[in-house]
């Protein structure tokens, strides 16, 4: 066995922390959920059919299963397990497409998408997706990275795809009768351990790599999430959940809600990834969900929206992705007091590795959430190499059986990533308190070099999240003969709002030590942002006040 898909120790109960789960001879912290069985790893099994498996066997849910917000076109259980038959005999015999074969997808969120993801993975076909709004180059290099045997694109985004790439049109009648077959089993053996989606990774830090995960770390994420779900969901007695997907369909995380989501038998109302807030408000108002899975910039704009939000059956919203500020989250929290904000923290290599499951937990508004089931996580001094404790700040480290396979083709990035033991070196500087509750400080790589110090650019963005007049904030490295670099922040400000340079370095001064003062403000009409959510620090990069390079 992998030692990546090891599930985690279960040291003595004598010895590990009931409270912070921290695990004194080891200095590992275990999750404080309860561990979870998952299927014997030599069973043959892909993830769809094991979603479609925790349903009940008879009947199907009656509610739709999935809802297009824009067209108001449903697809309800049954006729989704029909088309994925349809779909999965239809690839196998006419499309050419089995078990191992790369399939690259480069469409917009629609109907089509989700049976069509489901037929692939149930035939042991591995999915990888792409931004339709990126550039050919750019998607020529995902593409170079995941090689795809076929693409799925539309007509208005085949165009971008490199010449010579097989492609099928999903808005074509060829893709049509695809659906129209007779619905037969289509039987491929898949192995847990093969590989099923390729994500991309964000690229904020560095370049973009593929991040291959097989059919059981999504078993493993799908059986963690439904775990502390389902008792959320039995709670209710007016009919199932309904749960807006604020996220395109291009998102990694959005494969994993999907399946959540089906496996839990409530309906997923989907909405074009490019929407606004206005637009995803009106279609949770429209469709009374239940809950909002969208990136934590959604959540700041919800709690700014300066018109009424009738959000009546809303009771929960799950973001993760991206920081949220403190501010924002309280913000929020005050505009929908009966609402819970889940927060959660995940990745492309990790899978959804905390998060909140009821309202005592979203109270921690700093914090991420608990360890999933099944995880397990260390943090680890990046100067000594050292293993901290409860309250230490460090690189955290995750191992258990939702970790990636590794990056496609990069043995280099995967030696950097992974030591001898499975760990997973996230990049992220992190703490636990003695509850057990996760808090993300910075990234590692974003940190900025003062002289012999070191600044975590989320705890500046926070500060400023806390000055009246400000929207939005950044913070970056800028040139400094003397320093090597020093902080600089790019802020948007709230219309009507006249906040000078010099009040917003004031502020931010008096709140820290001195190498941490901001020495350099520019404002700027918009942060960019990655459809995670993330603050897209290379896009800040190509600012022009980067090209000046003297002392600020």
Known sequence: MDKRDALPLSPSSSLRSRSSGFHAPTRTFH????????????????????????????????????????????????????????????????????????????????????????????????????????????????????????????????????????????????????????????????????????????????????????????????????SMRIPVAERRRDGPEATLLGMPLFLGVAYTFLLIQLALGETTVLIEGRSGVKEMVQAAERYRVNSLTVAPSVVVEMARWPEPLELVALEYVTCGGAALAEAAAEQFMKRFPHVELRQSYGSSEAGMTTMMIDQEECRRLRSVGRLSPNVEAMLVDTTTGERLSVGQTGELWLRGPSIMLGYVGNEEANDATFDSSGWLKTGDLCYFDEDGFLFIVDRLKELIKCGGSQVPPAELEHLLQLLPGIAEAAVLPYPDEEAGQVPMAFVVLQPGTNLSEEEIMDFIAKQVTAYKKIRKVVFIDSIPKTPYGKIWRAELRKHEVFSCTSKP
Do not use: W
């Open 31 to 226: 999750s404080l959920r309860p561990s979870l069985p998952l299927p014997p790893a030599e069973r043959r099994l892909n993830v769809a059919t094991y979603a479609f498996s925790l349903l009940p066997n008879s009947p199907l849910p009656a509610n739709p299963a999935f809802v297009d917000a824009a067209t108001g076109d449903t697809v309800h259980f049954p006729e989704l397990l029909s088309q994925i038959r349809s779909l999965s005999s239809s690839l196998l015999s006419r499309a050419g497409i089995a078990r191992g074969h790369c399939v690259f997808f480069l469409a917009p969120t629609s109907l089509d998408i989700p049976p069509l993801y489901l037929a692939l993975l149930s035939i042991g076909a591995v999915v990888s997706a792409g931004n339709p709004a990126s550039t050919p180059r750019e998607i020529a290099h995902l593409v170079s990275l995941s090689n795809p045997r076929v693409a799925f694109a539309t007509s208005a985004t085949a165009a971008k795809l490199p010449a010579g790439l097989d492609t099928i049109l999903l808005d074509s009648p060829r893709f049509r009768s695809f659906l129209d077959g007779d619905g037969g089993e289509a039987v491929e053996e898949v192995a847990q351990s093969d590989v099923a989606i390729v994500k991309f990774s964000s690229g904020t830090t560095g370049m973009i790599k593929a991040a291959a995960m097989s059919h059981r770390n999504m078993i493993a994420n799908v059986a963690a999430v439904h």
